[in-house]
């Protein structure tokens, strides 16, 4: 009849942890999708007011230009010419009648 008890007792212990551990768990999930999404967020509207600082200063220079320019600043990266779109490490510049419009993922 003791070793029942002690089972139980035993199990019962093991739940409360598991559910204790699985509950943090969620927790620091939940957190970590939060700060995640803040930091991208904030990455996004950096992203897009460099784009209008980029656009209002060579606002004059042709796509040719700018894909000049983007070369020369890092010869390595991954440069996609789409017609009016030049994606430039997931960074997209728009031009239109070949002059640069705006900037932004």
């Keep these: ?3 029942w008890k002690f089972a139980f007792i035993v199990s019962i212990l093991f739940l409360i942890g598991s559910n204790t551990y699985w509950f943090f768990v969620v927790v620091d999930q939940a957190l970590t999708e939060k700060y ?10 950096l992203i897009a007011d460099m ?3 980029i656009v209002k200063g060579i606002e004059g ?16 990266a991954f440069l996609v010419d789409e017609g009016d779109v030049v994606t430039f490490e997931n960074i997209a510049f ?10 932004g993922k």
């Design 36 to 45: 995640q999404s803040m930091n991208l967020h904030h990455q996004d509207q």
């Design 61 to 76: 220079k042709s796509k040719k230009d700018v894909l000049f320019l983007l070369r020369q600043a890092k010869p390595e």
């Design 94 to 103: 728009k031009f239109e009648q070949d002059k640069l419009v705006a900037v």
């Design 1 to 3: 009849m003791k070793t």
């Design 51 to 53: 784009g209008n600082l």
